[in-house]
């Protein structure tokens, strides 16, 4: 099954390779620069999972987080971050990401978090069908 | 070991193990103690009587059978009279006993109440003065550009400016308490409890770092999946680590364990710090309680943790001497009552 992923970062160089990564395994994946471009993506299309960059210029990430929490409460957020703040990592957890995972990520460490992800949001979805 | 902290899952007085313990023994010994007090002519001769008839029924059996026989019906009868007295005064002792057990449950819950109304007065009370201060300093401000016809309203200004600040800082405090309300259904999947720990362990390692803190991670690698909710999870593990990088000083160290223990599965985040002074020992899961300074902790951390495990099924409990350190303990089913499961998954 194919699983709609979003990936927000500033930085170009990290995100091409992400993009050429999950592309290999035939995982199609989008890119926004910015929070405001990926709360822009997400109005469009309904993703499953967002892998979302903590420190970006501009929009924070964890506000972004909280905004795509009220906007999509299904998708599934994976944090992302260069430097291992505690703060921002118990705030994210709070507010309700998935996960939290440390840059250099290793890539097959973050494609089992992304199918995991995937995996509660469509259990998610499940539940929610059985409650209506 | 301390005793599951969730007993009476339904109770107001599960936050902490050790303190209902001991309020059960209590409760167990007061009870013994009415009984013998009350009854104890009773069961002096219901433990005495019979057997001393019994006696005498041997004894009459070498006289004449008919006189054993009476004997003997006599023994029956006192013993049944004694046994349904003893009977109906135990299940009244066991009401009292009841009763006094939802009293003092009735009475924790409301001492719970107390405490989160006041915790949350506290909170709010000093934005509230700052606003009002603030308010009234601009009203005075504008009153006297008023008067004098010049206006520098950059004063003014910047008293509205801290009025809305205080004004974010109470709605974040309530936000947090709504979060905390709200019930956040749990989503199952197998999880690798190993995984997050050591996930979690890494976001904590750096800062730890920086306070010559070492976290050891004591994990084994043969550790069973667990159907639970992942993400929350993590919350508990994160908060509990971070709480106990912030309960030791520098050079301190945190040990996270975990191990399957029959039906549960166990972790551990035990830390070597201060403690928990015996007197807080059974606050620690209340919302609102701190022992921090104020402003640095809302005190919701670990009561958002009791109640995150509890919503997972399991257990949260504290060990603690002063000045050793404190271990907590989450215990969490290793596998799912089917009522619950069935829910979510079928």
């Known amino acids: 099954m194919e699983i709609n992923i979003l990936l927000v970062d500033d930085e170009s160089d990290f995100v091409e390779t992400m993009v050429k990564r999950f592309g290999i395994r035939k995982m199609p994946i989008d890119s926004a620069k910015s929070g405001q471009e990926a709360l822009a993506a997400l109005a469009a299309k309904d993703y499953d999972v967002i892998i979302l960059d903590v420190r970006m210029p501009g929009m924070d990430g964890l506000e972004v987080l909280k905004l795509i929490r009220e906007r999509a409460p299904l998708t599934e957020v994976i944090m992302l971050t260069g430097h291992a703040s505690l703060e921002a990592g118990m705030q994210g957890m709070n507010l309700g990401a998935y996960d939290y995972v440390l840059k250099p990520a290793d890539f097959d460490d973050l494609l089992d978090k992304v199918r995991k992800a995937f995996e509660r949001k469509q259990l998610n979805v499940k539940a929610r069908k059985q409650g209506a | ?346």
């Open chain 2, 1 to 346: 070991m301390s005793r599951p902290a969730s007993r009476e899952p339904e109770s107001g007085s599960e936050r902490q193990g050790i303190s209902q313990g001991s309020d059960q023994g209590m409760l167990a010994r007061a009870t013994g103690a009415r009984l013998w007090k009350d009854h104890g002519l009773l069961l002096w001769a219901h433990f005495l009587v019979p057997p001393g008839l019994a006696a005498l029924v041997v004894a009459a059996t070498f006289a004449t059978p008919v006189l054993a026989g009476i004997l003997a019906g006599a023994v029956l009868a006192i013993a049944a009279v004694s046994a349904r007295g003893l009977l109906s005064r135990l299940s009244q002792a066991e009401e009292a006993r009841l009763a006094l057990t939802n009293q003092l449950i009735q009475s924790q819950k409301l001492a719970a109440i107390g405490e989160l109304s006041a915790g949350i007065a506290h909170e709010i009370n000093n934005p509230i003065a700052i606003i009002a201060q603030e308010a009234e300093w601009a009203a005075h401000l504008v009153g006297e550009a008023e008067k004098t016809g010049t206006a520098d309203f950059a004063e003014v200004k910047d008293s509205l400016r801290e009025v809305r600040a205080q004004v974010d800082r109470c709605k974040n405090i309530t936000h947090k308490l709504l979060d905390f309300a709200r019930k956040r259904e749990p989503v199952l999947q197998e999880v690798d409890v190993v995984r997050i720990i050591e996930d979690m362990a890494r976001l904590v390692d750096k800062e730890a770092s920086y306070k010559n803190v070492t976290l050891v991670r004591d994990l084994p690698q043969d550790l069973p999946t667990l159907r639970t909710d992942a993400p929350l999870l993590r919350q508990v593990v994160l908060n509990l680590m971070t709480n106990a990088l912030h309960a030791v000083d520098t050079g301190g160290r945190i040990q996270a364990s975990a191990r399957a223990d029959g039906e549960m599965l166990e972790i551990r985040i035990a830390d070597n710090g201060c403690g928990i002074q015996p007197e807080n020992i059974d606050k620690v899961f209340n919302p609102f309680f701190t022992t921090k300074p104020p402003g640095q902790g809302t005190g919701l951390g670990l009561s958002m943790c009791h109640t995150l495990v509890t919503g997972m099924q399991g257990e949260i409990s504290v060990e603690s001497k002063p000045g050793q350190g404190a271990t907590f303990i989450v215990r969490l089913p290793l596998r799912h009552s089917p009522l619950h499961a069935a829910g979510k998954n079928t």
